[in-house]
């Protein structure tokens, strides 16, 4: 009968914290998160979420509050009630195959706060996080296209990962903000940082290749 007993919010967050492989170490993602206004009392309209990923294994870990459901005619924190005390949900039934996704319910019925957690594994294979952190592999394809080309790539050296990552992570931004979302495959910095060897993963990614008149572009498009 362990699976249902009853845990106070400390006990969830250490138990979320602590999985098989690592003890998570979560940076907030801002942007995806819906936290509570200070002070703020929940009412029928209440969600909030936190939204996080692992610095270490680069899990996704999702905490949920939500009383839309629920009439929280006097929800925790209380008098006598400082924390959530919650029982699983056990009419929850997750449907989404590759996330740990678990629901409780608040005990006190007054409170009504229903929290679900959800832990999604890395979203980058160990092929792509190779191609993007590894120096050999890094080193190996930008030679490549050094020697290729070193009348026009004369000011450029083999980056370290960071600079891989940062490229990516400027070109993702960028698309998603809405800004530049295409840029050719010619480029200086992505031949001698991504490069072609990194077509798939920018297909992954949400990138498209298309013929322009004159030259390969590389564009972003939403994934519907
Ligand atoms: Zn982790
Ligand atoms: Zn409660």
Redesign the pocket.
């Known amino acids: 009968m362990k699976n249902f007993a009853g845990k106070c919010v400390p006990r969830l967050i250490e138990d979320l914290l602590q999985?098989q492989?690592?003890?998570?170490?979560l940076m907030l993602k801002p942007d995806q998160s819906a936290l509570p206004a200070l002070d703020s009392r929940p009412d029928t309209l209440t969600y909030y979420k936190v939204a996080s990923y692992?610095?270490?294994?680069?899990?996704h870990v999702t905490v949920e509050v939500d009383y839309r459901f629920s009439q929280p005619e006097d929800p925790c924190p209380t008098h006598d009630r400082q924390l959530h005390h919650l029982l699983p949900d056990v009419t929850f039934w997750p449907t989404l195959e590759k996330e740990d996704q678990r629901q409780y319910v608040c005990s006190a019925t007054a409170c009504g706060a229903v929290v679900r957690t959800t832990v999604r594994p890395s979203r980058l294979s160990s092929q792509y996080l190779s191609l993007l952190t590894d120096p050999a592999h890094i080193a190996s394809r930008v030679t490549l296209e050094l020697n290729r080309d070193p009348e026009r790539l004369k000011d450029h050296t083999v980056p370290e990962p960071i600079q891989v990552m940062k490229t990516l992570r400027t070109y993702l931004s960028d698309a998603l903000k809405g800004g530049k979302r295409r840029f050719a495959s010619s480029n200086k910095v992505f031949l001698t940082t991504l490069g072609p060897a990194s077509n798939e993963l920018l297909q992954f990614l949400g990138f498209r290749s298309e013929n322009d008149v004159s030259r390969f572009v590389v564009t972003y498009r939403d994934k519907g």
């Open positions: 999985s492989s690592c003890r998570h170490k692992c610095l270490e294994c680069r899990s």
